[in-house]
C-alpha cells in the first residue's frame, strides 16, 4: 500500500472516457489552459469499453502539449474499472474525478489547490451546461454552493447533494486509494461510492467563494446514463443494487449525523422505483419480494408505492393499539409484526406506558413503516378512568382516517376506535382479539 509521503505535490484528474470523441477536446482545452503549473498536475484519462477515436485525439493534445502530463491507458469495459485503474495510476497527493464531456475554468486548479489540507474536500462551483443551446444554468445542487463558502458547518445536510457526486471536489488521495467504486454498479454509482466513502474517513468540508468563479462545469447530456428510460433492470435492478451499497454504508456509519445522512440517500433509489411502480402497478408485488430478497437493514418501506408529495395524508389506515413498541407487551410484538408483515406505511395511536419495559430493536424496524406516531401520556392500567383518559386524549390527535385497525389485550384500543367509529360512521374499522374483553386483568366485569 502507498505511503502518503510517496506522492507527489499537486492534483492527479481522474477521467474516464467511453466514446468520447464528441465533447473531449472541449476538456482538453481547459486543462491545457489551467492557470496552475503543469508540474503540478496530472490528467489521467481511462479509455473503457468500445473505442471511437478519443485515443487518438488526447495523443495528439500529447503531442502538442508536452508541459502537460497527460496519460493515456485503458481498463476493462464500465466507468467503476475505469476510476479503480484511475486511482491505482494516481501520484498527486489530491485528486479529482472529472468526466469526459465536462470541463473546469481556467483557474479551477489553482483556486481549489489553495484549500487543500489533509482530511478536507474542497468543492468549487458547480454549473450545468445545455447540450442544445449551450447555456450555462443552474443545476439542482448549485445554490447549495452558492449559499456556503469556506469551511461548511453541517455539511451533511447544508450541501448533501453537492457531496455525493463523483465530480467537483479535490479529495486526498491517500484516502481515494484505500476506496474502491463497485465494478458491479452501471449507475447510481457516485451515491454506492460516498455512502461508503465518508463514514470510513473524518473530512471537513470547504467550498470555494463564488466570487473566485473556480466553477465545473457538467454538460447535461439528453439520454444520459442517468436520465435512462423507465425499465426494470434501470428503476428496480440496479435501484436496490445501490440501495445495498449503501446499507454497507450505513454499517460503518459512526455519528448520528452521518447514520442520518446516508439513510437519506436511498431516497433518490426508491423515487424511482416509484416510477416504474406508477407506470406498471401489476409489478408492485415482484418488486416487493425483490426488497424482501436483499435483507436489508434500512429500506425505507414508508416512501415504496406512495407519492411523497402526498406522504402525511391521513387516509392512510391509522392502527389504535394501546401498548406498542418500544413497550415489550405482547400486544405490541403482535401489532409490530402484522406491520411488518403487511409492508404497508401506516400512522400509529398508543400510550407511553413509560413504567413498562422497553425494546427498542424491534422499533427500529417497524418505524420504518410509520408516518405519524401519536402517543398519548399514560402510565399502565386497566382502571376505567385510565381507559377514559387513553379515549378523551387519544381522539384529540386523530382525524379523518378512511381505515381504522384496533388490536386488544387491552381494551383500551378498541374502546378508542368505537369512539372514532361513531364519531365517522363511514369509516372502515378493524377489531382483532386476543382474548374476550368481558373481564379484566383483576377479574372485575
Same mark, same amino acid.
Given at each position: ?22 465533447? !473531449? ?16 498536475? #496530472?490528467? !489521467? ?21 508536452? #508541459? ?11 466507468? *467503476? ?13 489530491? *485528486? ?6 465536462? @470541463?473546469?475554468?481556467?483557474? @479551477? ?9 489533509? %482530511? ?22 448549485? $445554490? ?11 455539511? &451533511? ?25 463497485? $465494478?458491479?454498479?452501471? %449507475? ?17 468540508? @470547504?467550498?470555494? %467563494? ?26 428496480? /435492478? ?12 450505513? =454499517? ?18 426508491? !423515487? ?7 407506470? *406498471? ?14 435483507? &436489508?437493514?434500512?429500506?425505507? &418501506? =414508508?416512501?415504496?408505492?406512495? /407519492? ?16 406498542? +413498541? ?23 395511536? *398508543? ?9 427498542? +430493536?424491534?422499533? =427500529? ?22 381507559? +377514559? ?6 381522539? =384529540?390527535?386523530?382525524?379523518? &382516517?378512511?381505515?381504522?385497525? +384496533? ?30 374483553? !368481558? ?7
Amino acid at each position: 500500500m502507498i505511503k502518503e509521503s510517496e506522492l507527489k505535490d499537486g492534483i492527479s484528474a481522474i477521467i474516464p472516457t467511453y466514446k468520447g470523441e464528441k465533447y !473531449i477536446s472541449k476538456l482538453l482545452d481547459s486543462l491545457i489552459n489551467q492557470n496552475m503549473d503543469s508540474n503540478l498536475f #496530472e490528467a !489521467i484519462f481511462i479509455v473503457n469499453g468500445e473505442i471511437d477515436s478519443t485515443p487518438d485525439i488526447i495523443k495528439e493534445y500529447q503531442k502538442n502539449n508536452p #508541459e502537460v502530463n497527460i496519460i493515456l491507458t485503458e481498463s476493462e469495459k464500465g466507468v *467503476c474499472n475505469a476510476r479503480n485503474k484511475g486511482i491505482e495510476l494516481a501520484s498527486r497527493k489530491y *485528486c479529482i474525478f472529472i468526466d469526459d464531456d465536462d @470541463y473546469i475554468s481556467d483557474n @479551477y486548479f489553482e483556486e481549489v489547490y489553495k484549500h487543500v489540507k489533509p %482530511n478536507r474536500i474542497v468543492l468549487g462551483t458547480f454549473y450545468d451546461i445545455d447540450e442544445d443551446s449551450g447555456e450555462v444554468i443552474y443545476s439542482y445542487m448549485t $445554490p447549495q454552493l452558492l449559499e456556503n463558502s469556506g469551511i461548511v458547518e453541517n455539511p &451533511y445536510n447544508k450541501i448533501k447533494d453537492a457531496i455525493v457526486i463523483t465530480t467537483n471536489k479535490i479529495i486526498p488521495t491517500i484516502n481515494v486509494k484505500n476506496s474502491k467504486f463497485n $465494478p458491479e454498479l452501471t %449507475n447510481g454509482v457516485d451515491i454506492a461510492y460516498y455512502a461508503n466513502f465518508y463514514p470510513e474517513n473524518d473530512f471537513e468540508f @470547504y467550498v470555494v %467563494n463564488k466570487d473566485i468563479e473556480a466553477n465545473y462545469y457538467r454538460l447535461w447530456r439528453h439520454g444520459s446514463i442517468s436520465r435512462q428510460d423507465l425499465s426494470y433492470e434501470f428503476n428496480i /435492478n440496479n435501484r436496490l443494487k445501490v440501495i445495498n451499497d449503501i446499507n454497507e454504508g450505513l =454499517k460503518k456509519a459512526k455519528t448520528p449525523e452521518i447514520k442520518s445522512f446516508i439513510e437519506s440517500l436511498t431516497g433518490g433509489q426508491v !423515487i424511482k422505483i416509484n416510477e416504474y411502480i406508477e407506470k *406498471c402497478p401489476q409489478d408492485y408485488t415482484r418488486i416487493l419480494k425483490e426488497v424482501l430478497s436483499y435483507n &436489508y437493514d434500512f429500506f425505507p &418501506y =414508508k416512501y415504496l408505492n406512495e /407519492n411523497l408529495s402526498e406522504l402525511n395524508n391521513d387516509k392512510r389506515e391509522l392502527i389504535i393499539s394501546y401498548a406498542f +413498541s418500544p413497550t415489550n407487551t405482547t400486544t405490541s410484538n403482535v401489532v409490530a409484526k402484522r406491520i411488518l408483515s403487511e409492508k404497508r406505511n401506516i400512522d400509529v395511536i *398508543c400510550a407511553s406506558l413509560d413504567d413498562l419495559k422497553k425494546d427498542f +430493536s424491534l422499533e =427500529k424496524v417497524v418505524l420504518e413503516y410509520i408516518i405519524n406516531k401519536f402517543t398519548v401520556k399514560s402510565d399502565f392500567s386497566t382502571e376505567w378512568n385510565n381507559i +377514559s383518559n387513553f379515549i378523551n386524549e387519544g381522539i =384529540k390527535l386523530i382525524n379523518n &382516517y378512511e381505515r381504522i385497525y +384496533s388490536r386488544a389485550n387491552f381494551p383500551h384500543s378498541h374502546f378508542l376506535a368505537l369512539e372514532y367509529k361513531l364519531k365517522n360512521p363511514d369509516t372502515y374499522w378493524r377489531a382483532e382479539f386476543s382474548d374476550p374483553l !368481558i373481564y379484566t386483568f383483576g377479574n372485575r366485569h
